[in-house]
């Protein structure tokens, strides 16, 4: 099958896509409150009224469509480096890529708190595990290529 074909065929529902959006969306909101104080000491009494609060949940929903986008594009990475029958739907694949996207975020999170980093700190760890993941899915590839 074409790497074409692979790629029309992997199809996404709304409801799964704001769940993965919405799903990681709290981590980075931890990661903001842990590592963003200066931020957050803007915050005034009642979060609801607070313009600077919905500032915070709309950078951390931005920084979540980013990390989903990236988890499609390791997604099609793996899709089309993927010779094997049961992963022709990608939805094996893209599950796969969402559970150990938690987990680099988790990691990011706990070693960053205890190292005493900042957030960009966070975010450049965070960001990096998931490019070296398609860096070295590419890599491994390219060597069963050969």
Known sequence: ??????????????????????????????????????????????????????FILLLSVLFSITWFLMNMSLTTVLLFLSHDRKYEDGSTIFINTMFYSIAYLTISLVLNYFMGLEFKH????????LALKVVWNVFKGILKAY
């Open 122 to 129: 966070f975010v450049i760890f965070a960001y990096s595990c």
């Open 1 to 54: 099958m074409s790497n074409i074909v692979k790629l029309f065929r992997f199809k996404l529902s709304y409801p799964k896509i704001l769940l993965s959006i919405f799903g990681q969306a709290h981590y980075f909101l931890i990661a903001i409150f842990l590592f963003k104080h200066d931020l957050i000491d803007e915050l005034d009494s009642p979060l609801l009224l607070d313009f600077d609060f919905y």
